[in-house]
């Protein structure tokens, strides 16, 4: 049977292949280090989850919630963003909560795209990024992702080749999956270029206070008239340990944040209003346990950073995110991400994400998540260790096993 038109316009989820054979390791009784999905194993913080036991406790509050958020928790967004942004937003038109930034880019997607619309987006970057509005009948036309003296020119020669005159711009800094991180003179650029060529910028932001070197990551919001043409997209899954908890915000521009509501309340009643009361909890909190989450994964990185170094695969330390970008090694760099993940997982027990899921120029890497303990971290290096030292004089030798099934 034929598939339906959207779904055809989708590539083959890479990341599946990888789960079928770790779910197969797994079944055969394989201890698998997964270091793949950027999934927080850090239990959300005590105080968020005693306010979801309070507030679920009264039954007024299991009805239908607000699709846009109850203005508690968006008066705690924008406060958050005074604080820590300096950048002053009206709780009432330029904040709205989603279910997760994955569900807010998509439903922007929703919003603002035309058929054959043009989005200007990095590659590598993160999936949705893209295919929430090539499924919204978009087309993607890549840039490079590094925020560095390139991007302006990459920027000028998309704008150049692009019939139709491209609609929106993505950012993603701090990165997932490179970890880049943007200066605000690069914001500065990129907003007067958008407002030069008339372009919406949408940035995700979900990664903003898992930072380790140096300054905190800014947003580009704190550009002056960056929200004529801006909305910005956070998460509290990786800040809070909340992934499961489904709460992110869109805010910024008018225009499209009224834009993006309207198309949400046809499609969502919002989070369940418990969640957005502990979720307003956070937010309004000391700081605490943001520096906590933070800490853990600084840890965690400076280990794995120096063991699998020492196990002969150098990888560099990521100025922020819950990800270390990390090269192939050169023995096994023809084999691609996919290969090479495969064989991590076959013959070292360590589960990656392949690059090539994040866009085509993402084929020389694989991205590693911070999402096991300092012990199973070095658990998976010394796996590795033997695996390279096994197999790196002869990789075409290494067969993944899935070819034999």
């Known amino acids: 049977m034929e598939e339906f038109h959207k779904v055809r316009r989708l590539p083959p989820y890479v990341f599946e292949q990888v789960n079928r054979l770790k779910a197969s390791a797994r079944s055969r009784g ?77 439903n922007m997607a929703q919003a603002i795209t035309a058929p054959g619309d043009v989005v200007l987006c990095p590659d590598p970057t993160y999936p949705i ?27 000028e020669r998309g704008v150049r080749h692009s019939i139709p005159k491209p609609l929106a711009l993505i950012l993603n800094y701090p990165s997932n999956p490179t970890a880049f991180v943007a200066s605000l003179d690069f914001y500065k650029d990129v907003v007067a270029f958008a407002k030069k060529h008339d372009i919406i910028i949408l940035s995700d932001l979900a990664y903003s206070e898992i930072y380790f070197d140096g300054n905190p990551p800014p947003s580009v ?3 002056p008239g960056a929200i004529d043409v801006t909305v910005e997209f956070t998460s509290m899954s990786k800040t809070f340990s909340m992934p ?34 502990a979720a307003t909890a956070a937010l309004n909190g000391d700081g605490t346990d943001i520096a906590e989450v933070r800490e853990v994964y600084h840890k965690r990185r400076d280990v794995m950073v120096d063991s699998f170094t020492r196990a002969g695969w150098e990888i560099p330390a990521p100025a922020a995110t819950m990800f270390a970008w990390a090269p192939i090694p050169e023995p096994f760099k023809h084999l691609g991400s996919l290969e090479f993940s495969k064989l991590l997982i076959e013959h070292a027990d360590v589960a990656v994400a392949p ?27 010394r796996s590795i260790k033997r695996f390279l030292q096994t197999t790196a004089k002869h990789p075409n030798n290494v067969v993944p096993l899935a070819a034999h099934r």
Request: glycine share 12%.
């Open 244 to 277: 499961g908890w489904r709460m992110g915000f869109a805010v910024g521009n008018e225009r499209l944040i009224a834009a993006l509501t309207r198309v949400k309340s046809y499609l969502d009643y919002g989070a369940f209003t418990p969640i957005q009361v």
């Open 355 to 381: 690059g090539v899921g994040f866009g085509e120029h993402g084929d020389d890497y694989v991205r590693l998540a911070l999402v096991e303990n300092e012990h199973r971290i070095r658990q998976a290096a």
């Open 30 to 106: 394989a201890d698998i280090i997964d270091l793949g999905m950027g999934n927080p194993d850090l239990p959300t913080p005590t105080a968020i989850v005693d306010k979801l036991c309070e507030v679920v406790r009264d039954p007024r509050t299991h009805r239908y919630s607000s699709s846009r958020g109850i203005p508690g928790l968006r008066r705690a967004q924008a406060n958050y963003y005074a604080r820590r942004f300096g950048v002053k937003l009206n709780p009432d038109t330029q904040v709205v909560a989603t279910l997760g930034s994955k569900e807010g880019f998509a």
């Open 129 to 155: 990024h893209a295919f929430g509005f090539i499924m919204s009948g978009g087309v993607i036309r890549s840039l490079q992702a590094k925020p560095d003296d390139g991007f302006i020119p990459a920027l």
């Open 221 to 223: 919001l704190q550009v």
